[in-house]
T-cell receptor, first 114, second 112 residues
Framework: GAGVSQSPSNKVTEKGKDVELRCDPI?????LYWYRQRLGQGLEFLIY????????KSGLPSDRFSAERTGESVSTLTIQRTQQEDSAVYLC????????????FGPGTRLTVL | DQQVKQNSPSLSVQEGRISILNCDYT??????FLWYKKYPAEGPTFLIS?????DKNEDGRFTVFLNKSAKHLSLHIVPSQPGDSAVYFC???????????FGQGTRLTINP
């Protein structure tokens, strides 16, 4: 497929466990973004990658959250010691760096922390 | 601090009539505005956008209006169709920043 893909589509975990969420952007898109959407809320920016570096991490809510990107492709968002308030849909988007306003979103990973 | 606000969580419109979705923003540095549409279990998809140098942009049944002095934008859909039923998000960006700032979304339901 030519779109942004994310895995898993659903993840249920117990409080205190670590989780990893994966994003495969559109091929050729150098810019990659992570957002999250809590129930009834809008999308909340987490982090932006340009290539493999993250010039804007301003949206990460705590040091339990981290992300990396390799090969200017796949990105992984890691949440350590999950809390119930981390429950949300985590969305990944990608774009050309010069066209940041044209972000293409994946279907998201729904994370439920029990 | 909610910089982009959509004050109507839901809107119900008769098929064939006009749907008007509203969005307000507070950051005067925003210079580009977008509307995204989201179906359940799917990611948001881009619908239409407008630059701050314009006050109107039209694409088929969809028109976005921007009132900079009021820091307000609206999306008009006419005529509304059942397939338009979805959650609509308003988003904004400013030059030099890569991220989009989203509103809370409005769930639009088109009734046959």
């Amino acid at each position: 497929g030519a779109g942004v893909s994310q895995s898993p589509s659903n993840k249920v975990t117990e409080k205190g466990k670590d989780v990893e969420l994966r994003c495969d952007p559109i091929s050729g898109h150098t810019a990659l973004y992570w957002y999250r959407q809590r129930l009834g809320q809008g999308l909340e920016f987490l982090i932006y990658f340009q290539g493999n570096s993250a010039p804007d991490k301003s949206g990460l809510p705590s040091d339990r959250f981290s992300a990396e990107r390799t090969g200017e492709s796949v990105s992984t968002l890691t949440i350590q010691r999950t809390q119930q308030e981390d429950s949300a849909v985590y969305l990944c988007a990608s774009s050309f760096v010069s066209r940041a306003n044209e972000q293409f979103f994946g279907p998201g990973t729904r994370l439920t922390v029990l | 601090d909610q910089q982009v606000k959509q004050n109507s969580p839901s809107l119900s419109v008769q098929e064939g009539r006009i749907s008007i979705l509203n969005c307000d923003y507070t950051n005067s540095m925003f210079d580009y505005f977008l509307w995204y549409k989201k179906y359940p279990a799917e990611g948001p998809t881009f619908l239409i956008s407008i630059s701050s140098i314009k006050d109107k942009n039209e694409d088929g049944r969809f028109t976005v209006f921007l009132n900079k002095s009021a820091k307000h934008l609206s999306l008009h859909i006419v005529p509304s169709q059942p397939g338009d039923s979805a959650v609509y998000f308003c988003a904004a960006s400013q030059q030099g920043a890569q991220k989009l700032v989203f509103g809370q979304g409005t769930r639009l339901t088109i009734n046959p």
